[in-house]
Every structure is written in structure tokens, then in C-alpha cells.
């Protein structure tokens, strides 16, 4: 009887696995995303991101934010629903950079799937240039004035 059951029991170990892991999803979501540009001059603008998300238990949570935050921005919040893939696309619009420096902002995604694994991905980084970015140098004053 024990020889009839060991084939069986044989054939039920290697197709179910071995059991080693516990078979659960131990990973935050993962994401990507895709801006319309990466760059703009001084003055800000709009950038349009496509995003995707993707996590084999199911997204529960997900927001889009950037540091440095301008004013009056907040972190924006993805129609998450338990799905496996999330795909949308966020308008964010930066602001005028008075400053003599570029501005570069982080974009990330915080996302937590259905099992409470939560991480944040930095998708890329956008830059406000400077006013002062296109203007020529000034030219070499040496010499310029004889004793």
C-alpha cells in the first residue's frame, strides 16, 4: 500500500514545490514613469508623467510627490483600487525659478500594495533652468585698462 501512495506523493511534491518560501509577496510595488520633458526653461511650466505600477498582490496606495515641494503643492493621490497594474498619467506644473541657480526636482511614488508592503521609487528628476542659463559671459576685463 505505502509503495502505491509514494509515487503519488512524489508527483504531489513536485508539482506543488517544496515549500521552501512561503509563497507570499514580500515586495512594495514597483514603478516607472515617462515625462513629456525633463527640462524647462526659468519661467516653470507643466510636465505630464505616464506612470505604471505593477504588484502581483494587488496596489492598495499610491501617490506621486516632488522635493523640493513648491508652494501650494501637495503630494497627489493615484486611483488606487487593489488592481495588479496601475497606468495613468499626472499633470504636475512647476514653478518660475528666479533664482541663479537651476532648480532639480525629485519625482517618486509612494505605493503600498494589498499586503502592506510600502516603498518609494524616485522615477526621475525635472529641471527648472535658470534666467541667468543663456546668458554669454561677461568678457575678460584684463588688460582692458592701460597705466
Known amino acids: ?36 520633458r525633463s527640462e524647462l526653461p526659468f519661467t516653470g511650466g507643466t510636465v505630464q508623467i505616464a506612470l505604471n505600477l505593477i504588484d502581483p498582490s494587488g496596489i492598495s496606495f499610491a501617490e506621486l510627490d516632488i522635493s523640493p515641494r513648491p ?11 487593489g488592481e495588479r497594474t496601475l497606468v495613468g498619467t499626472v499633470t504636475i506644473s512647476l514653478p518660475l525659478n528666479p533664482s541663479a541657480t537651476e532648480v532639480v526636482y525629485r519625482v517618486t511614488v509612494r505605493a ?26 561677461l568678457p575678460d576685463p584684463s588688460g582692458a585698462f592701460s597705466d
Do not use: H, K, W, Y
Open 1 to 36: 500500500m505505502m509503495l502505491r501512495i509514494f509515487p503519488f506523493a512524489l508527483l504531489l511534491f513536485l508539482l506543488l514545490g517544496c515549500g521552501g518560501g512561503n509563497g507570499r509577496d514580500n515586495s512594495p510595488p514597483s514603478a516607472t514613469g515617462n515625462f513629456s
Open 71 to 81: 508652494t501650494n503643492f501637495a503630494p497627489i493621490p493615484l486611483n488606487a483600487q
Open 112 to 137: 503600498r500594495d494589498t499586503l502592506g508592503n510600502e516603498g518609494t521609487v524616485e522615477i526621475g528628476t525635472l529641471t527648472v533652468r535658470s534666467p541667468q542659463g543663456n546668458l554669454p559671459p
